[in-house]
């Protein structure tokens, strides 16, 4: 009997063939996890083990994912199919884990995968929130907030017995170790996010959205939400709250785990390396020190030991993004850990008496998370070259020239098994024929590139295009009710709604559009132009960028001339399984953020190895896209990075002057023009106009008419469609320097120094 129906016979003593898609799901599930159970962890074997910690883990549905990984995928699906099943029907019962948010959140989702598939020993560590961030959800054509609730009766967390105990300033909270088995491509030991929460938290405090819940009750909403609005006084402690409690917890795990494989703690470098994402979980630093020394080792040396086995990721340059909380709010939650800080903040001031801009107390008694982290950590990393470049020149000039030998940089990557190998099946098995199938382990399509000028290969990804249009066809109309003509040229832009990402610069394109179908200029093929993100609740602008979206989609629809050439839509709730249904289906990706902001976007190599194309400014990672395909095969456009920070030190950026431009105004204007206030809301359109008009801060029009022209350019070059489509071919056959295996590899080449165990073919 096969292994299916073995299953399908001892828990519900039916046929493969009699069983519904939620029992088949559950069977695959309990399938998987026996699997999984067979494989062990490579804790008995490795003293050393790296700790990732994350304050998300972004990593999208389970269970295809972990077939593709055990090598079971194929054999599964056919059996599926054989019985008239199928595996995609079967998913939509699962529900996304909500654990991120964003591209940091699904970088760290990569970077798992990656790291079990090169038999790195390494675990992440992060929280295990009940609601995510929130669902989105829309309504009057604005974003409204609800919780999302993944966390049904199967999932894919296990409660362990493992428990430490969190000292707060009024009181100690007991956590629970939840485990997620990661494995890796093929591998033969697996490893785990480690997530922890409390038992004391209850859903039944929210009382409407996601905002309205009392911030005070710490001991039943501490792991409720990802990022909780940190508007109010209560809702930035509530995150400081939670911070601690990912640390602390982690802290403990490390020294357990160290301890039981026989470290007597002054030897801890050689037992853990921990490798910071972002600056969320840099109290790991005076928390693991604090705890060191309670076990009786000096300040100092626990100090060295700290710095020796930490190391830091910036993923922005933003000034807002570069956390730092005052003093007086961390003696609100954890008072014991400010002595540790000010301890740390003294060595440095006594250590740098020039460089105030470095120390970690300024003199608004505010700790700067960031300082902390590149002092007493051992390395530093951007996550482009790029971006690297402005933190050594720039950002964090000042530290780069007290520890130049910390800098390091690493691209980031994302893992082709999701995103080619499960996002684009049909991608995937044309790949295999063409290059064979190495490049599930190795990325490497270069193979790809003989096949340009080969006609047969044009028309078949052609027709594969088509399949996955057809498919995202099918979710629209299911989820959203909405026609998506298959036929269109797909224009995509996704990604966390931000001004310095400019989704309004593409609005004000559709505007542009719009007016020259009015006007009779009737594209050849006509677009689609899709966006999806969300908005932090607290983020206004970012909320009227939505409703700019989705008022004008609403009036494009609703206007006969216009609607059968141009189409735009958004889709509700963006997340990682719908970014699976967008992105094979994306002729053009648009990576439009302004020059020196975006850090390296990973949205934008997901694109280019489905074989969109990108329009793009110079920023984050679309300048190592560039290089890898060649000016040809890209659509680069606007100011550059040196440029833009130039005028923002001389303060020379005057939104104004380009408003008044002949071009630009109409289109500007469109936001409040009657049309738009008859479908929209009038506050939020003007106060977005005004905004753009009277500041501008990330500069959409001092680059929306190069924008308009490169875009125009593109859209011709569409009608070349076998012209197009090598450029296509190109893209596909270079993308795998982007594969976070690569971004792996450095990582412990030059920070974490860990064995490597490739599995076996
Ligand atoms: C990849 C990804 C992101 C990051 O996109 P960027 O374009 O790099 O900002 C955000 N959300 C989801 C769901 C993703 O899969």
């Not at 399908?8 to 999984?36: F, G, P, Q, S, W």
């Not at 606007?638 to 020379?652: P, R, V």
Request: proline fraction near 3%.
């Amino acid at each position: 009997m096969s292994i299916l129906e073995n299953y399908a016979k001892r828990m519900y003593n039916k046929k493969v063939y009699d069983c519904d898609n939620t029992e088949i799901y559950n069977l695959l599930m309990e399938l998987v996890t026996d699997e999984t159970a067979k494989l062990p962890t490579r804790d008995q074997d490795e003293k050393k083990k790296l700790y990732y910690f994350s304050a998300e883990f972004l990593i999208g549905k389970v269970l295809s994912n972990n077939l593709i990984n055990l090598g079971i995928y194929n054999q599964i699906n056919n059996e599926l199919i054989a019985n008239g099943k199928s595996l995609m029907d079967i998913e939509h019962t699962e529900k996304e884990p909500s654990l991120g948010n964003g591209g940091l959140g699904r970088l760290a989702a990569c970077f798992v995968d990656s790291i079990t598939k090169m038999g790195i020993n390494g675990d992440g560590v992060g929280l295990n929130y009940h609601f995510g961030l929130f669902k989105q959800e829309f309504d009057d054509n604005q974003q409204v907030t609800v919780p999302d609730e993944w966390l049904t009766d199967k999932n894919w967390i296990r409660r362990t017995q493992i428990s430490f105990e969190v000292p707060y300033r009024d009181f100690v909270l007991k956590s629970t170790l939840y485990d997620l088995n990661i494995l890796g491509y093929k591998q033969t030991h697996r490893n785990r996010l480690r997530l922890f929460d409390l038992d004391s938290v209850n859903p039944n405090i929210i009382e409407e959205g996601t905002i309205n819940f009392n911030k005070n009750n710490i001991k039943e909403n501490l792991t409720l939400f990802l990022y909780p609005d940190d508007s109010s006084h209560e809702g930035r402690l509530l995150r400081i709250y939670q911070q601690y409690f990912m640390v602390s917890n982690g802290a403990q795990l490390i020294l357990h785990e160290a301890k039981e494989k026989g470290s007597n703690l002054h030897d801890l470098a050689d037992y853990a390396v921990i490798q910071i994402n972002d600056t969320h979980p840099t109290f790991i630093i005076p928390e693991l020190i604090r705890l060191l020394v309670e076990k009786g080792i000096d300040f100092d040396e626990a100090t060295d030991i700290v710095s020796s086995i930490t190391a830091f990721t910036n993923h922005t340059i933003l000034a807002e993004a570069l956390e730092k909380w005052p003093i007086s709010d961390l003696e609100c939650v954890m008072p014991h850990l400010v002595d540790e800080i000010r301890r740390l903040d003294d060595n440095i001031r006594q250590k740098y008496p020039n460089n105030p801009e470095t120390w970690i107390i300024d003199d608004y008694s505010t700790v700067h998370m960031a300082n902390m982290a590149i002092h007493y950590g051992f390395s530093v990393n951007g996550v482009a070259e790029l971006h690297t470049e402005i933190l050594k020149t720039s950002a964090l000039k000042p530290f780069y020239d007290i520890y130049p030998d910390k800098f390091h940089n690493m691209t980031n990557g994302i893992t082709f098994r999701r995103w080619v190998m499960d996002a684009n099946k049909e991608l995937s098995e044309y790949l295999d024929l063409k290059v064979g199938t190495l490049w599930h382990r190795n990325a490497d399509l270069r193979g790809f590139l003989d096949f340009k000028d080969d006609e047969r290969t044009l028309t078949k990804l052609r027709a594969i295009k088509h399949n996955s249009k057809l498919r995202l066809k099918k979710r629209l109309k299911d989820r959203m009710g909405i026609d998506l003509d298959e036929h269109s040229i797909i224009d995509i832009q996704i990604k966390r709604m931000h001004e310095y990402k400019r989704q309004q610069m593409n609005a004000l394109w559709v505007i542009y559009k719009y007016c020259d179908i009015k006007n009779g200029n009737i594209p050849e093929t006509p677009i689609t132009v899709i966006f999806g993100g969300k908005a932090a609740p607290a983020y206004t602008i970012a909320q009227d960028i939505i409703h700019l979206i989705l008022t004008l989609s609403e009036l494009i629809r609703l206007d006969d001339e216009v609607a059968p050439h141009l189409q735009v839509i958004m889709v509700e709730n963006y997340n990682v399984t719908y970014a699976q249904y967008l992105i094979p289906a994306a002729d053009i990706s648009e990576q439009i953020s302004l020059a020196s902001k975006e850090a390296s976007g990973t949205g934008n190599m997901k694109l280019m190895a489905n074989g969109a194309l990108t329009i793009g400014t110079l920023d984050g990672a679309n300048v190592e896209i560039r290089n890898e395909v060649g000016d040809d095969n890209i659509y680069i456009f606007g100011k550059e990075s040196h440029e833009i920070i130039d005028l923002y030190n001389q303060n020379a950026y005057n939104s104004h002057e380009y408003y008044t431009r002949e071009q630009i105004k109409p289109l500007v204007d469109f936001i409040i023009s009657h049309g738009m206030l008859y479908f929209g809301n009038e506050e939020r359109l003007y106060r977005l106009h005004n905004e753009l008009v009277t500041k501008d801060y990330f500069m959409t029009l001092i680059d929306l008419e190069d924008y308009i022209e490169t875009k125009e350019q593109m859209l011709r070059d569409y009608e070349d469609i076998d012209a197009w489509y090598k450029k296509s071919v190109v893209n596909i056959a270079k993308s795998g320097f982007f594969s976070s295996d690569r971004t792996i590899a450095n990582y412990n080449d030059t920070i974490w120094h860990l064995p490597v165990s490739y599995g076996e073919e």
